[in-house]
């Protein structure tokens, strides 16, 4: 709340993202509520992106909120945690990501199944294609809940 930062803390919205999402070219006919300005009308939160992209594309494609990039380190950590089957996606790779500063960790919407028909995040999608393997992060998921290092809530 405005105003009471001292007494109650503050919010930090960070939000993971991928390439073609950040640039705004994430394709219809697999996200058919694709918005290509979807990155740029975002307030308020900083930017984790996947991979790099051009520089010039950093300010233009984000002019309101701060933008990292993940280090090659950790996305090569992210596929080896995978056995470097597929690319994690960015689901994954913001638990991974959590769980490197938070104490507790809660993970929300994830369902990984390897379905051609699907929720993808908050939208319906046609195809998530072949870019990921869920059963995997499923499994890793899985173990960390085991380990109580995150709670998954379904």
């Known amino acids: 709340m405005l105003g009471f930062e001292d007494y109650v803390g503050s919010k930090t919205t960070h939000r993971v993202v991928n390439t073609h999402t950040f640039l705004g070219i994430s ?6 509520n694709n918005d290509p300005m979807f990155v740029p009308k975002l307030d308020n939160q900083n930017i984790i992106l996947n991979r790099p992209v051009p520089s010039a594309q950093l300010k233009l494609r984000s002019p309101n909120n701060p933008v990292v990039i993940i280090s090659d380190e950790f996305w090569n950590f992210c596929r080896q945690t995978l056995k470097n089957k597929k690319d ?3 689901g994954f790779i913001g638990v991974l990501l959590s769980l490197q500063t938070a104490s507790k960790v809660n993970v929300f919407g994830f369902d990984q199944e390897n379905t051609t028909n699907k929720k993808h995040y908050w939208e319906d999608v046609k195809a998530l294609g072949h870019y990921h393997d869920f059963s995997i992060e499923k499994q890793i998921f ?7 290092l995150i709670t998954i809530f379904r």
């Open 88 to 90: 994690p996606s960015v």
């Open 27 to 32: 394709g219809n006919d697999r996200f058919p």
């Open 142 to 148: 899985s173990e960390l809940e085991n380990q109580k």
